[in-house]
Every structure is written in C-alpha cells, then in structure tokens.
C-alpha cells in the first residue's frame, strides 16, 4: 500500500458561475465536468483539469454552497493551492495578464529554487502559480 499522488482537491464556491468564469475563462482550465455532488445531490459539483481529459492529479472541483459563511483561516483550513506553470520566466507573463483582467497579484517571489505568484479567487481562496527556478 502507497500513495501515489494527489488526485484532486475540493473546495467550496459561492457561485459555481463565477468560479467557471474565472477557472476557464481567466486562468484557462477546462471545465471537465458539470455533475452534482453524490453525498448531497442538491449540491452542484464542477471539476476543472489542466487537460480536457481530465487527468488526475490536474483536478481542482468546487462544490456549490451559496449561503455558505465565508471561511476563517486557522489550523484545520487549506492555506493555498499551488498550480504548476511551465516556467519561471512565464510568472512575469501571467502577473501582467492577471493585473490586466483586474485580478490582484503579489509580485513574483524567488526562494528556496521555486519561484510564485500569488493571488485569490473570487471566493478567496489562495493560489499560488509557481514553477522550478
């Protein structure tokens, strides 16, 4: 027995809309699946993938809660999700392309042989786009 990777993560969306149109539209995942969550079928469920496959490993997927309260950050919480990009030099790319589609953005940060981007979703989650430097 072994774990072989991260399948997917999960997280929670006020509006699966708005998550869609900044998931697909702005940072370019396919919207691989559009189901509704098989423990709470009244709840919507949309997986994204870096590929139109869908390939393990590559899937974020959103639950939908609109009446939800927004989350605290503590122990027990997600702190970010870190997204893979082709390389270091892209990051400068994509902080340009971001700040254009008026998504705030840290500056690039290299430390530690990784060099990121950070910046939140429109329900607040953090992501990070990082690469090897």
Not at 17 to 35: H, I, K, P
Not at 83 to 95: H, Y
Request: hydrophobic letters at 40%; glycine letters at 12%; one cysteine or more.
């Amino acid at each position: 027995m072994r774990i072989t990777g991260v399948h997917h993560v999960t997280l929670i969306s006020g509006d699966l809309e708005r998550t869609a149109a900044f998931y697909r539209d702005t940072l370019g995942l396919a919207l691989w699946l559009r189901a509704s969550n098989d423990d709470d079928p009244g709840a919507r469920h949309f997986w994204f993938a870096a590929d139109p496959q869908g390939t393990p490993g590559t899937l974020l997927t959103f639950l939908e809660y609109p009446g939800m309260p927004e989350a605290s950050e503590g122990r027990g919480g997600t702190h970010h999700i870190a997204l893979a990009v082709g390389s270091a030099d892209e990051l400068t790319a994509w902080r340009e392309y971001l700040r254009g589609r008026e998504v705030e953005t840290s500056d690039v940060l290299v430390r530690g042989g990784l060099a990121s981007l950070y910046l939140r979703d429109p329900d607040g989650h953090i992501l990070e786009l990082c690469a090897a430097t």
